[in-house]
DNA sequence: CTTGCCTCTGTACCGACTACAGAGCGTAAC
DNA sequence: GTTACGCTCTGTAGTCGGTACAGAGGCAAG
């Protein structure tokens, strides 16, 4: 058995850091509904089965490439049972649109940005380029 | 006296709407402290001067270059009296940091959602490479 | 005088977690 | 056996930057 073979029974805190996240994030997926309520010992501990591993894993990283919650919901077919591939390639191009949109809005944010400090003498005065760039009256 | 020009007392609405932000905004960045309390008409009407109406152009316009709330404040001196240029252009440079690397970071994202799509088919059926992707024993 | 729109206040909600308080459990050492 | 430590449990509050809404009151036109 390697070493980060799937175990059957783990402990919340094992979970979270074979799959990297914070403990109580796996509490908050179960409290919204991604992940579903695991078995527990006879004293209340939660136990996490490979098959609760495996799913946490696919909602974080899905998380990682910038999907919604929501999103997870539907690419995991708890909105409205399993999505086709059709429909899972329609939710990504979409993302991909915001994830687009979202950098032409940072890179506008930095050109305006780079534009106004080109005045930015870093004096130790309070005159100042960008300071007086937004207080002006246009 | 132009279209735009200031005028002496503005009610709450007339300000949102003449620098294009929502009603609400401008009782929130006074109950965070980035406006100051305004002049009031004998029944309590909120009345913005030229002044304030700068001050939230101000604020607007650094919020919309990304700035933090806590950097407006540091910009209008809320924190730690009037800064310098060699104060602002600090700030500046290290909000142009993060902006760049949440450029980078989408620029991966976008990547990485690239490469799992391309083996995105768009057919009818429940076989989908992304979701295959994401639940991958890797 | 009524109608309709403005303003006031406090509070709840959004997304996606994260943190903490206070209680209980499990186990290893002594 | 008991004590100490560390893990788990629950519920709730805080984060950021607003946005929305309920219920009450003001103000001007018709």
Redo the contacts with the bound molecule.
């Keep these: 058995m390697g070493i980060t073979s799937p175990r059957a029974e783990l402990?919340?805190?094992?979970l979270?850091g074979r799959l990297g996240?914070?403990?109580?994030?796996i509490?908050?997926?179960e409290?919204i509904g991604l992940l579903p309520e695991?078995a527990?010992?006879?004293?209340?501990?939660?136990l996490y089965s490979n098959g609760d591993q495996v799913r946490l894993r696919f909602?974080l990283r899905a998380?990682s490439l910038g999907f919604?919650?929501?999103?997870?919901r539907s690419l995991l077919g708890i909105n409205d049972g399993r999505p086709s591939c059709a429909d899972v390639k329609a939710l990504a191009e979409a993302h991909r649109g915001d994830i687009r949109k979202r950098i032409a809005d940072l890179r506008q944010m930095d050109r305006r940005l780079g534009e106004i400090m080109a005045g930015c003498t870093g004096a130790e005065t309070p005159d100042c380029a960008l300071t007086d760039n937004l207080f002006e009256d246009r």
């Design positions: 402990k919340r805190a094992e979270a996240c914070n403990l109580e994030t509490r908050y997926y409290k695991p527990r010992t006879a004293s209340g501990h939660r909602i998380r919604s919650v929501e999103d997870v």
